[in-house]
């Protein structure tokens, strides 16, 4: 009896310190949420679930799900203006950085754009008291920062078995079973929910620049470093809305279910732990 009344007070704690944890996450989104906003301006490519959404291949009719859609009379303008962006701007500009820059060297661009993104992935893994995923972070960062040569190369899988871990603030939200609210098609990132925007502004945060530079600074950093990770993406993946466009009659509603697929087959994979 004594025993089960320890392990009901040590899950009430930790219950506890998980709510505390989260609370304090999101009243620093409160905080910060307008300089943070401000920081993502590169189109399409800086959300890596949106990365998926894009380039799925749905044929119409297989797996699509209906979802409700409340703010479809912003959404379905937004995603217009997105591809009409990726048309005219991304994709011309990511072709000719491909003609003069070998595949292997925007690879190794984005290990370096992706080893520097560290901070929101430990933080999340922890928030989720994924111990041993936080501390394989901390030491494929260091790992890949030295002998990767700032993260333009990868020994910490090739040599040491190191995996990454993806992770956001917005599977954060969703790992604790909170409501992420409607579907939501955000300008230049595509396609989102509110509470992963929510968690988009929350990484955001974590970058430790915002609060040791002026915010001309960082500001002008981060938006140079989403446009090149931007446009390094779309020069690695040309055809990526043309063979999703192959095969959907509806290409808004394939994005659509492809993100909200993702984003749950993310969480379960995170509950499996099957990383």
Same mark, same amino acid.
């Given at each position: 009896?004594?025993?089960?009344?320890?392990?009901?007070?040590?899950?009430?704690?930790?219950?506890?310190?998980?709510?505390?944890?989260?609370?304090?996450?999101?009243?620093?989104?409160?905080?910060?949420?307008?300089?943070?906003?401000?920081?993502?301006?590169?189109?399409?490519?800086?959300?890596?679930?949106?990365?998926?959404?894009?380039?799925?291949?749905?044929?119409?009719?297989?797996?699509?799900?209906?979802?409700?859609?409340?703010?479809?009379?912003?959404?379905?303008?937004?995603?217009?203006?997105?591809?009409?962006?990726?048309?005219?701007?991304?994709?011309?500009?990511?072709?000719?950085?491909?003609?003069?820059?070998?595949?292997?060297?925007?690879?190794?661009?984005?290990?370096?754009?992706?080893?520097?993104?560290?901070?929101?992935?430990?933080?999340?893994?922890?928030?989720?008291?994924?111990?041993?995923?936080?501390?394989?972070?901390?030491?494929?960062?260091?790992?890949?920062?030295? =002998?990767?040569? &700032?993260? %333009?190369?990868?020994? *910490?899988?090739?040599?040491?078995? $190191?995996? !990454?871990?993806?992770?956001?603030?917005?599977?954060?939200?969703?790992?604790?079973?909170?409501?992420?609210?409607?579907?939501?098609?955000?300008?230049?990132?595509?396609?989102?929910?509110?509470?992963?925007?929510?968690?988009?502004?929350?990484?955001?945060?974590?970058?430790?620049?915002?609060?040791?530079?002026?915010?001309?600074?960082?500001?002008?950093?981060?938006?140079?470093?989403?446009?090149?990770?931007?446009?390094?993406?779309?020069?690695?993946?040309?055809?990526?809305?043309?063979?999703?466009?192959?095969?959907?009659?509806?290409?808004?509603?394939? =994005?659509?279910? &492809?993100? %909200?697929?993702?984003? *749950?087959?993310?969480?379960?994979? $995170?509950? !499996?732990?099957?990383?």
């Amino acid at each position: 009896m004594e025993i089960a009344m320890t392990s009901g007070s040590k899950q009430i704690e930790r219950t506890g310190a998980l709510w505390m944890m989260l609370a304090s996450s999101l009243l620093a989104v409160v905080s910060f949420a307008t300089p943070a906003l401000c920081q993502d301006a590169a189109p399409l490519a800086t959300n890596p679930a949106a990365q998926s959404a894009a380039s799925a291949q749905t044929p119409p009719g297989e797996n699509n799900q209906v979802y409700s859609d409340p703010l479809s009379g912003f959404n379905e303008p937004m995603f217009n203006f997105n591809l009409k962006l990726d048309d005219w701007v991304l994709r011309p500009v990511a072709s000719g950085y491909a003609t003069i820059a070998p595949q292997p060297v925007r690879e190794s661009v984005g290990r370096f754009l992706d080893n520097v993104r560290v901070i929101p992935r430990f933080a999340n893994n922890l928030f989720q008291l994924k111990f041993a995923e936080a501390g394989g972070e901390v030491a494929r960062f260091g790992i890949n920062s030295t =002998v990767g040569i &700032a993260g %333009l190369f990868d020994p *910490a899988d090739a040599w040491f078995g $190191l995996k !990454e871990h993806p992770n956001d603030f917005g599977l954060t939200i969703r790992y604790y079973g909170i409501p992420t609210g409607p579907y939501v098609m955000l300008p230049f990132l595509g396609p989102s929910t509110v509470g992963d925007t929510v968690g988009m502004v929350a990484d955001s945060a974590m970058n430790p620049m915002s609060y040791l530079l002026p915010w001309w600074i960082t500001l002008s950093a981060d938006t140079g470093q989403d446009v090149i990770y931007a446009v390094n993406y779309r020069s690695l993946h040309m055809n990526q809305f043309e063979e999703a466009d192959r095969f959907a009659i509806d290409l808004y509603g394939a =994005v659509q279910d &492809a993100y %909200l697929q993702t984003r *749950a087959h993310e969480v379960k994979k $995170l509950h !499996e732990e099957e990383w």
